[in-house]
């Protein structure tokens, strides 16, 4: 099982449109979730980090449910903007590793007009 | 401009050439981290420093590569006689201790011919 798991698209969603991402993980000791967005050949940029509460910003919604090790985002009233490579983190932790990131292959969105 | 930056973004060599890569992280952030991303692939963990402490190194990261960060500032990843494998993105990624969050420089794009 790969530790990082994702949807594996492309999404192609009109503008305005609901989406939503899923990804699994599969250690359990990890403690840190994100969510980064990737445009095509730039660097990782962190969307969202993910509680364990769940949490909000603008159209975006992320959650996280530890027993199931599940990640999901939700992106509402989607834009043209939005149209980029999402990637599902995880922060390593096991053995001496702590302080490094593990990716999700990303899941690719393209929104048309 | 206070993010990551990374020189240079693009370096083509020939296979069994060395090459040097640099990467400033933000300024105030003693933790520095390297990746590697590949096609089709998310960024792949290689080492990470913690001030000038290199504090742990991926499988990936053969005897032919080398990190050094000797002020606790910027840090430099070597690889000698690369390989055509060798071919990819080189990330770099600052985070202070307290968070995992990390922010990615705009990464060095490696062809090896």
């Known amino acids: 099982r790969k530790e990082v798991e994702q949807d594996p698209g492309p999404f192609n969603v009109p503008e305005g449109a609901t989406v939503a991402f899923n990804c699994t993980y599969s250690n359990s000791a990890s403690q840190s979730f994100f969510w980064y967005r990737q445009d095509c050949r730039k660097e990782p940029k962190l969307l969202m980090s993910v509680y364990s509460s769940g949490n909000e910003d603008g159209r975006f919604t992320a959650q996280l449910n530890r027993a199931s090790q599940y990640i999901s985002l939700l992106i509402r009233d989607s834009k043209l903007s939005d149209s980029a490579t999402y990637l599902c983190?995880?922060?390593?932790?096991?053995?001496?590793?702590?302080?490094?990131?593990?990716f999700g292959k990303g899941t690719k969105l393209s929104v048309k007009p | 401009d206070t993010g990551v930056s990374q020189d240079p973004r693009h370096k083509i060599t020939k296979r069994g050439q060395n090459v040097t890569f640099r990467c400033d992280p933000i300024?105030?952030?003693?933790?520095l981290y390297w990746y590697r991303q590949t096609l089709g692939q998310g960024p792949e963990f290689l080492t990470y420093f913690q001030n000038e402490a290199q504090l742990e190194k991926s499988r990936l990261l053969s005897d032919r590569f080398s990190a050094e960060r000797p002020k606790g500032s910027f840090s430099t990843l070597e690889i000698q006689r690369t390989e055509q494998g060798d071919s990819a993105m080189y990330l770099c990624a600052s985070s202070q201790t307290a968070t995992y969050e990390q922010y990615f420089g705009p990464g060095t794009r490696l062809t090896v011919t």
């Open positions: 983190v995880v922060n390593a932790n096991y053995g001496g590793s702590q302080g490094n990131l593990i």
């Open positions: 300024s105030e952030h003693n933790r």
